[in-house]
């Protein structure tokens, strides 16, 4: 059962001495966990975040641990952009702890909205760049997933053969796929630090940057690609060649010639995944919704596939 806003009130003035609760509002957010924001009597803000479940506490305790260990390399300057930091925890009464951290001030990023330049395009190739720049030690002392390429291709294979299991995938985009994890040369890459499970949510904007990043509770040591994959989907064209520029030039020893390639198939896979979960919790309104995205995506891409075979 989902926690009343006042008892997560009451979490964080445990959680932080001396913090005197004013007002609270209750953030909804899918998954195992409640969240709110805590405002004080000074007027500061402050999100307090209680697991639900086991899994949901293990999965916060990790991602405090490599919070954390990433502070230093925002106080460092190298890592252009703010992450929570973890200012004081409560012990629950079914185990667990709830976790508190100061706001993050910013407004969600539209990626929409994002136009080609210098200014936020840049800015937000370079925060990408610079969080695939992290040591992959930060990953894997905080308990989180570690993968190597090879490793990653299986992960991703394994996804595909589900995903067929259940009938409500075009064929020929199976085939499509297949032949794109089959293709050993595309799968060539340097795993680096990513963030796991971006979305515009999850990216902050202040004064025409990227001023914070929050969640990291799907962090891991994987495809570089799969943190770029949403700015390829959802931004305009020329914003996101704007992105990848800012992002390359940021990199250090970056030989990834397929690197776009597998972001614009980790995009794709994104929506067979949600069908796994549509099946998994036996929800027919995702499967229904999964399943319409599926059939548009195989005709776009044949589309697509026609109009290059028509050229040459």
Not at 149 to 177: H, N
Not at 233 to 243: F, G, I, L, N, T
Request: charge should be negative.
């Amino acid at each position: 059962m989902a926690r009343s806003p006042l008892a997560l009130a009451a979490l964080a003035t445990v959680a932080v001495p001396g913090l005197d609760a004013y007002d609270v509002r209750r953030i909804d957010r899918a998954g195992d966990t409640d969240v709110a924001v805590v405002i004080d009597a000074t007027r500061s803000r402050w999100v307090v975040r209680a697991p639900r479940t086991a899994a949901a506490g293990a999965a916060l305790e990790a991602e405090a641990a490599l919070l954390g260990s990433l502070a230093p390399f925002v106080d460092a300057g190298r890592l252009p952009f703010a992450v929570p930091r973890p200012a004081g925890f409560a012990h629950l009464p079914e185990g667990g702890r709830a976790c508190v951290h100061r706001e993050i001030a910013g407004r969600p990023l539209d990626l929409e909205t994002l136009t080609p330049g210098p200014g936020l395009a840049a800015s937000l190739g370079r925060a990408l760049a610079a969080l695939h720049e992290l040591p992959t030690s930060l990953v894997e002392d905080a308990g989180l997933p570690v993968y190597d390429a090879s490793a990653y291709r299986a992960r991703r294979q394994a996804e595909v053969d589900e995903a067929a299991r259940t009938g409500k995938v075009p064929p020929t985009l199976l085939r499509r796929w297949e032949q794109m994890l089959e293709d050993v040369a595309l799968w060539r890459f340097r795993p680096t630090v990513v963030h796991g499970d971006l979305t515009s949510e999850d990216v902050l904007v202040r004064d025409g940057v990227v001023a914070g990043i929050l969640d990291w509770n799907e962090a891991k040591v994987a495809d570089p690609a799969d943190d770029l994959s949403w700015v390829l989907v959802a931004a305009p064209q020329d914003a996101a060649e704007a992105v990848m520029e800012a992002y390359q030039l940021r990199r250090t020893e970056l030989t990834d010639p397929h690197l776009t390639d597998r972001a614009l198939l980790a995009g794709e896979l994104a929506l067979a995944r949600w069908l796994l979960h549509g099946v998994r919790v036996h929800d027919e309104e995702i499967i229904a919704d999964a399943v319409e995205m599926l059939t548009d995506l195989d005709e776009h891409t044949r589309a697509d596939e026609d109009a290059i075979s028509s050229v040459g």
